[in-house]
T-cell receptor, first 113, second 113 residues
Framework: EAGVVQSPRYKIIEKKQPVAFWCNPI?????LYWYLQNLGQGPELLIR????????DSQLPKDRFSAERLKGVDSTLKIQPAELGDSAVYLC???????????FGQGTRLTVV | AQSVTQPDIHITVSEGASLELRCNYS??????LFWYVQSPGQGLQLLLK??????LVQGIKGFEAEFKRSQSSFNLRKPSVHWSDAAEYFC???????????FGPGTRLSVLP
């Protein structure tokens, strides 16, 4: 069975430009997470979905970040406009439910220049 | 809100030596505890997890961890380290009520030949 799939793996954009990341979770997993990981640090939660509903987006910078999970399956995370400080790895993870172990994708490494 | 500390930022051990990585958590109820490993440029891989029952849990790659409620700890151990174990290790805590996964800052393991 395929794991969590993220695309693209790498993205380089100029500041003030928009960027989007895509995540396809493991089939049947109801919970989906987006994490931000800065170099040398642990992942920090941006948003958690239970099916289609964003149940915790308290850490999502809503002035520039947005996310959606259509039909409770795939999810996209968007940044508009990107800033230099957004350079990081964006990780998507999924789990059967919010109490289970999370399975992670390979991440998207964003570089803003 | 739950939190995780990993007191050691960087640990260096010789190949064949034993290893213990420390993890302390803060959580108001029964925690679900996890250890993940991240090799350079790779996603996070689950090593082991504790939900309930036996407080000594076995994981993949010869790792084990012991849950000590009285010390709020979940330390990771391995009796004999291999060079391929060099990576970043993250402890994480989740909750039985659907709280988010919270990660510690990580411990970077270096292995000397």
């Amino acid at each position: 069975e395929a794991g969590v799939v993220q695309s693209p793996r790498y993205k380089i954009i100029e500041k003030k430009q928009p960027v989007a990341f895509w995540c396809n979770p493991i089939s049947g997993h109801n919970t989906l997470y987006w994490y931000l990981q800065n170099l040398g640090q642990g992942p920090e939660l941006l948003i958690r979905y239970e099916n289609e509903e964003a149940v915790d987006d308290s850490q999502l910078p809503k002035d520039r970040f947005s996310a959606e999970r259509l039909k409770g399956v795939d999810s996209t995370l968007k940044i508009q406009p990107a800033e230099l400080g957004d350079s990081a790895v964006y990780l998507c993870a999924s789990s059967l439910d919010s109490t289970g172990e999370a399975f992670f994708g390979q991440g998207t490494r964003l570089t803003v220049v | 809100a739950q939190s995780v500390t990993q007191p050691d930022i960087h640990i260096t051990v010789s190949e064949g030596a034993s290893l213990e990585l420390r993890c302390n958590y803060s959580y108001g109820a029964t925690p679900y505890l996890f250890w993940y490993v991240q090799s350079p440029g790779q996603g996070l891989q689950l090593l082991l997890k504790y939900f309930s029952g036996d407080t000594l849990v076995q994981g993949i790659k010869g790792f084990e961890a012991e849950f000590k409620r009285s010390q709020s700890s979940f330390n990771l151990r391995k009796p004999s380290v291999h060079w391929s174990d060099a990576a970043e290790y993250f402890c994480a805590v989740g909750g039985s009520y659907g709280q988010n996964f919270v990660f510690g800052p990580g411990t970077r393991l270096s292995v000397l030949p």
